[in-house]
């Protein structure tokens, strides 16, 4: 009999989508479901279907730092460049990229 050794990849998920999913949901507080139905109503305001891609990434990012760390993050000073930061890594990464299509999918009016 021969064991077989499977090595599994040591990097964490990239995934931001469970939660959006109802995946996991009663592993959260009520807290974070607010932030997350905050979130949720943030995009179905925001993102519109004429948007690019990089647009609405951009959104996206704006919104979830707008629900977890308050509205004033993200109008603060040198805020737009940690925006910009996170969506080029967003566009870089093929897994968080087909994520967040979905959600512009998901939101798009």
Known sequence: ???????QDS???KEFLPFL????KEKLSKRDIG??????AGLQNEIK?????EVAIR????????????????????AEAMVE??????MSDNTLRKQA????????K
């Not at 009999?1 to 090595?7: F, N, Q």
């Not at 999913?21 to 996991?24: Q, V």
């Not at 279907?49 to 891609?53: A, E, P, R």
């Open 85 to 90: 930061t996170i969506v080029r890594g967003i």
């Open 11 to 13: 990097t964490p998920q």
């Open 35 to 40: 932030k997350i139905e905050l979130f949720e």
């Open 59 to 78: 959104k996206i990012v704006r919104m979830a730092l707008a629900s977890e760390f308050g509205a004033a993050l993200v109008k603060s000073r040198g």
């Open 1 to 7: 009999m021969v064991a077989r050794l499977e090595l």
């Open 49 to 53: 279907k004429t948007d690019s891609v």
């Open 101 to 108: 299509l979905f959600i512009i999918d998901r939101f798009a």
């Open 21 to 24: 999913l109802g995946k996991d």
